[in-house]
């Protein structure tokens, strides 16, 4: 039986049901049973289709570290490209107990424990003021987490009590947003923003940041960034309190800005 | 064959309240123009090009005459003026109005009837222009006939032009009809039509007229080599909307994105501008033999698309009846809708078959478009893959025209080449394993889908009666579309808009108008 080194120093087996509860610390990816590192994989290569081509294909599921690569289907979809879906098998583990995770801290709390929590704190409605900024157009996530209808079945911010929110929609100018902030005195503002590849919108991110130390604003709000391509890791590095991506329901985000004005009340 | 049972008398009734709804606001709308279409004139006119500081020279010369208090004459009259005065052609006025060595409103007047004459001269080759464009597409699609439908329609966005021309080639290849190039983010808030070829954008490429021809260029060598004929759309929207319109009718764009009503409710542009610059741009699209895409889709994806149905069929017989008022043929009136609904939602696919074919049942002639999930779709690509595959199978069925493939990756990124390839070859086996299916079934009478049939259209009546009642301003004042709310005052470009004075005229539109409407 082959052993492999973990990303942290840890050893296990691979390759068996061997590897069972006593290194289950120890992770490869799941085919068909424990360890057995099998990947499924799809890429296409800017190669006419041909031995060449399937030759490319193995040769490149081998530098992605994958071994015993088999091209499972290859086809010509274009004069000068092919498309493979291949599958190989990993055999280096990652060792879960090694591995450190943002995440924001907070509990899911139901409409009416989140609603009596601010109650609680505050003694009236949270001010949430949101917008999509920049040259984002997208306003889908921002209005799924703050209109009544929500997202899924889960209710927006506008249909808690504890929230009273102003949606100020797509293509805000940050200095807007920040003027419309004071203006409310709001607790809190939500960012909706879609990060693209060529990552034009970090830019703007950090600004609206930049621009509410700038007024001395920026400890007095909750500052909340949201989108398909946001983390909480990201987030924190950029200079917000929290990240929320995909999937995300309004509850998460209602919940999360409960406990954290309550949680700075309390320090 | 799939037929619903639906009561033509709340047909005609719906038709009669759209019918009424878009001609009060065209006749409430008829004495303004904009910024917009004044620099559309001018460029119909010749004037083209950029000052060394990347301004437009249409915007210089409409902008010199808003300074100078003269636009409500209209941007054509003072052109001509000015060449009869000068001697000069349209854009050598324009140069030299950006080079500030002259002033329209203080050249000496050459007389109504030399002025007036010389205004519709300078803006008729223009006309002749797309005239001939429209008539070479015709020839194009006799020579390279596309056969089959829904049009499989899909979409580039590189933001490199040059990179979006090999990729919709490669697209073409793979069995893709009709090729979209996206706008780059925020264009449609730019109150000018950038210049030149552009290699730069952000979520798209930038719509420019030398986009445009380069793209054309290669989709005509790519429709030759396959011998069918591929389409070209972008984007008539926003603040620049007769501009583009233009812009498409003489490089050849086949069709727009051209919506009465979005601009309003989705980028929160000024109702009157929307909705005068949206009928000067029809009329162009018109007559360049233009298919038109309303988006209707955007209803379904902004709310719960469940129970949308009835805003989406009202905002269509609108979109409709505007777009016959500027000219448009029934063939050229894509009205768009979208499969958005829950897939969570027991019998969703019934509704959506309801949906679908109740559209195409009320529009027989127009080449509906229909939209893919896009909502309900997440990371799990494989998921997305089996909507695609119910949307395609709707789409077959129904007899839908123009069919946007949905696209696996969807909800991640803008579509890897191979997204492209899996998702045309998936819609391209339904179009081919489901050919004839919807004309050998027939629905349950008074069953499932005939119900959900005939309560959205008995809801759209009600919806058509209260912005009837209203008018068309103040239902969306009162967020009656989409819930979103817009003040007839509110929006951007609004100080774009003016009212058109007694001297007014736009020779463009009096040449359409009599081209079509003879």
Same mark, same amino acid.
């Given at each position: 039986?082959?052993?492999?080194?973990?990303?942290?120093?840890?050893?296990?087996?691979?390759?068996?049901?061997a590897?069972?509860?006593?290194?289950?610390?120890?992770?490869l990816?799941?085919g068909?049973?424990?360890?057995?590192?099998?990947?499924?994989?799809?890429?296409?290569?800017?190669?006419?289709a041909?031995?060449?081509?399937e030759?490319?294909a193995?040769?490149?599921?081998k530098?992605?570290?994958?071994?015993?690569?088999?091209v499972?289907?290859?086809?010509?979809?274009?004069?000068?490209f092919?498309?493979?879906?291949g599958y190989?098998?990993?055999?280096?583990?990652?060792?879960?107990?090694?591995?450190?995770?943002?995440?924001?801290?907070w509990?899911?709390?139901d409409?009416?424990?989140?609603?009596?929590?601010?109650?609680?704190t505050?003694?009236?409605?949270?001010?949430?003021v949101?917008?999509?900024?920049?040259?984002?157009?997208?306003?889908?996530g921002l209005?799924?987490?703050?209109?009544y209808?929500?997202?899924?079945?889960?209710?927006?911010?506008?249909?808690y009590?504890?929230f009273?929110?102003v949606?100020?929609?797509?293509?805000?100018?940050n200095e807007?947003?920040?003027?419309?902030?004071?203006?409310?005195?709001?607790?809190?503002i939500l960012?909706s923003?879609?990060?693209?590849?060529?990552?034009?919108?970090?830019?703007?991110?950090?600004?609206?940041?930049?621009?509410?130390?700038?007024?001395?604003?920026?400890?007095?709000?909750?500052?909340?960034?949201?989108?398909?391509?946001?983390?909480?890791?990201?987030?924190?590095?950029?200079?917000?309190?929290?990240?929320?991506?995909?999937?995300t329901?309004?509850q998460?985000?209602?919940?999360?800005?409960?406990?954290?004005?309550?949680?700075?009340?309390?320090? | 064959?799939?037929?619903?049972?639906?009561?033509?008398?709340i047909?005609d009734?719906c038709?009669?309240?759209?019918?009424?709804?878009?001609?009060r606001?065209a006749?409430?709308?008829?004495?303004?123009s904009?910024?917009?279409i004044?620099?559309?004139?001018?460029?119909?006119?010749?004037?083209?090009?950029?000052?060394?500081?990347?301004v437009?020279?249409?915007?210089?010369?409409?902008?010199?005459?808003v300074?100078?208090g003269k636009?409500?004459?209209?941007?054509?009259?003072h052109?001509?003026?000015?060449?009869? *005065?000068?001697?000069?052609?349209?854009?050598?006025v324009?140069? /030299?109005? *950006?080079r500030?060595?002259?002033?329209l409103?203080?050249?000496?007047?050459?007389?109504?009837?030399?002025?007036?004459e010389?205004?519709r001269?300078i803006?008729?080759?223009?006309?002749?222009?797309i005239?001939a464009?429209?008539a070479?597409?015709?020839?194009?699609?006799?020579?390279?006939p596309?056969?089959?439908?829904p049009?499989?329609?899909?979409?580039?966005a590189?933001?490199?032009?040059?990179?979006?021309?090999?990729?919709g080639?490669?697209?073409a290849?793979?069995? *893709?009809?009709?090729?979209?190039?996206?706008?780059?983010?925020?264009?449609?808030?730019?109150?000018?039509?950038?210049?030149?070829?552009?290699t730069?954008?952000?979520?798209?490429?930038?719509?420019?007229q030398?986009?445009?021809?380069?793209?054309?260029?290669?989709?005509?060598?790519e429709?030759?080599?396959?011998?069918?004929?591929?389409?070209?759309?972008?984007y008539?929207?926003?603040?620049?909307?007769?501009?583009?319109a233009? /812009?498409?009718?003489?490089?050849?764009?086949? /069709?727009?994105?051209n919506?009465?009503?979005?601009?309003i409710?989705?980028?929160?542009?000024?109702?009157?501008?929307?909705?005068v610059?949206?009928?000067?741009?029809?009329?162009?699209?018109a007559?360049?033999?233009?298919?038109?895409?309303?988006g209707?889709?955007?209803?379904l994806?902004?709310?719960d698309?469940?129970?949308?149905?009835?805003?989406?069929?009202?905002?269509?017989?609108?979109?409709?009846?505007?777009?016959?008022?500027?000219?448009?043929?029934?063939?050229?009136?894509?009205l768009g809708?979208?499969?958005?609904?829950?897939?969570?939602?027991e019998?969703s696919?019934?509704y959506?078959?309801?949906?679908?074919?109740?559209?195409?049942?009320?529009?027989?002639?127009?080449?509906?478009?229909y939209?893919?999930?896009?909502?309900h779709k997440?990371?799990?690509?494989?998921?997305?893959?089996?909507?695609?595959?119910?949307?395609?199978?709707?789409s077959?069925?129904?007899?839908?025209?123009?069919?946007?493939?949905? /696209?696996l990756?969807?909800?991640?990124?803008t579509?890897?080449?191979?997204d492209?390839?899996?998702?045309?070859?998936?819609?391209a086996?339904?179009?081919?394993?489901?050919?004839?299916?919807?004309?050998?079934l027939?629905?349950?009478q008074?069953?499932?889908?005939?119900?959900?049939?005939?309560?959205i259209?008995?809801d759209?009546?009600?919806?058509?009666e209260?912005?009837?009642?209203?008018g068309?301003?103040?239902?969306?004042?009162?967020?009656v579309?989409a819930?979103?709310?817009?003040?007839?005052?509110?929006?951007?470009?609004?100080?774009g808009?003016?009212?058109?004075?007694?001297?007014?005229?736009?020779?463009?539109?009096?040449?359409l108008?009599?081209?079509?409407?003879?």
């Open positions: 039986m082959e052993t492999v080194m973990g990303n942290g120093n840890g050893q296990a087996t691979s390759g068996g049901r590897a069972n509860a006593p290194h289950s610390d120890l992770v990816p799941y068909d049973q424990r360890n057995d590192g099998v990947v499924q994989v799809s890429f296409t290569l800017p190669v006419a041909g031995p060449l081509a030759e490319a193995r040769q490149t599921m530098l992605m570290g994958l071994e015993d690569p088999q499972a289907e290859a086809t010509a979809i274009g004069e000068e092919t498309f493979f879906v190989g098998k990993l055999t280096r583990a990652v060792e879960l107990s090694k591995l450190r995770v943002a995440a924001p801290m509990e899911e709390l409409q009416a424990a989140v609603n009596q929590l601010v109650q609680d505050l003694g009236r409605p949270m001010v949430v949101g917008a999509a900024t920049g040259s984002d157009a997208h306003t889908v209005d799924a987490i703050l209109n209808k929500g997202f899924a079945g889960n209710r927006g911010l506008e249909a009590s504890a009273k929110v949606n100020m929609g797509s293509q805000v100018p807007e947003l920040v003027a419309k902030a004071r203006e409310l005195g709001a607790d809190a960012v923003q879609v990060v693209t590849e060529r990552n034009v919108h970090l830019a703007n991110l950090t600004n609206l940041v930049e621009l509410l130390e700038a007024e001395g604003l920026r400890d007095q709000v909750v500052l909340v960034v949201g989108g398909p391509r946001i983390t909480h890791a990201l987030a924190i590095e950029l200079g917000y309190d929290a990240g929320f991506g995909p999937s329901r309004p998460d985000v209602a919940s999360y800005l409960a406990q954290e004005v309550s949680r700075r009340m309390l320090n | 064959m799939l037929k619903l049972s639906i009561d033509p008398k047909v009734k038709h009669e309240l759209s019918e009424d709804i878009t001609s606001v006749r409430e709308l008829s004495s303004l904009t910024v917009a004044e620099r559309t004139v001018a460029r119909f006119a010749g004037v083209d090009g950029v000052t060394p500081d990347g437009p020279l249409p915007n210089v010369v409409v902008n010199h005459l300074e100078k636009i409500h004459d209209g941007v054509a009259m052109l001509a003026n000015a060449c009869l *005065a000068l001697d000069k052609t349209p854009q050598q324009a140069e /030299m109005i *950006a500030g060595e002259t002033d409103s203080a050249i000496e007047w050459q007389g109504t009837e030399a002025v007036t010389k205004a001269e803006c008729q080759g223009s006309v002749d222009k005239r464009r429209r070479e597409r015709e020839a194009l699609l006799e020579e390279l596309v056969t089959e439908t049009w499989l329609y899909v979409i580039c590189t933001g490199n032009t040059y990179e979006d021309a090999v990729q080639r490669l697209a290849s793979q069995g *893709a009809d009709v090729i979209a190039v996206i706008r780059s983010t925020g264009q449609s808030l730019l109150d000018f039509v950038p210049h030149g070829i552009t730069e954008g952000f979520g798209g490429t930038y719509a420019t030398a986009n445009f021809k380069l793209m054309r260029e290669a989709l005509d060598e429709s030759r080599k396959l011998g069918r004929y591929v389409r070209l759309v972008n008539c929207s926003g603040l620049c909307m007769p501009e583009i233009y /812009m498409g009718a003489v490089e050849r764009l086949d /069709m727009m994105l919506d009465a009503m979005y601009g409710l989705f980028r929160d542009i000024n109702m009157e501008r929307t909705f610059d949206q009928n000067f741009s029809r009329m162009i699209n007559y360049a033999g233009i298919i038109i895409n309303t209707e889709d955007n209803y994806t902004t709310v698309a469940f129970g949308a149905g009835p805003s989406v069929l009202a905002s269509q017989f609108m979109n409709y009846h505007f777009a016959k008022k500027a000219g448009l043929k029934d063939q050229q009136i894509g809708h979208a499969f958005e609904i829950d897939p969570s939602i019998d696919l019934s959506e078959l309801a949906m679908a074919l109740l559209v195409r049942q009320l529009f027989p002639d127009c080449p509906i478009k939209m893919p999930p896009t909502v997440k990371g799990d690509i494989f998921t997305s893959h089996v909507l695609d595959s119910n949307f395609n199978l709707v077959v069925l129904t007899g839908q025209s123009i069919h946007l493939v949905g /696209m990756t969807e909800a991640i990124h579509p890897l080449i191979q492209r390839y899996l998702s045309v070859r998936a819609a086996y339904m179009r081919r394993a489901a050919k004839g299916l919807g004309q050998n027939e629905f349950k008074d069953g499932l889908i005939d119900r959900r049939a005939a309560s259209l008995n759209t009546l009600k919806l058509l209260e912005v009837s009642e209203k068309l301003f103040a239902a969306i004042t009162e967020g579309f819930g979103v709310k817009r003040l007839r005052t509110g929006g951007k470009g609004r100080e808009v003016f009212k058109k004075g007694e001297w007014y005229l736009n020779p463009v539109e009096e040449a108008r009599a081209e079509l409407f003879s």
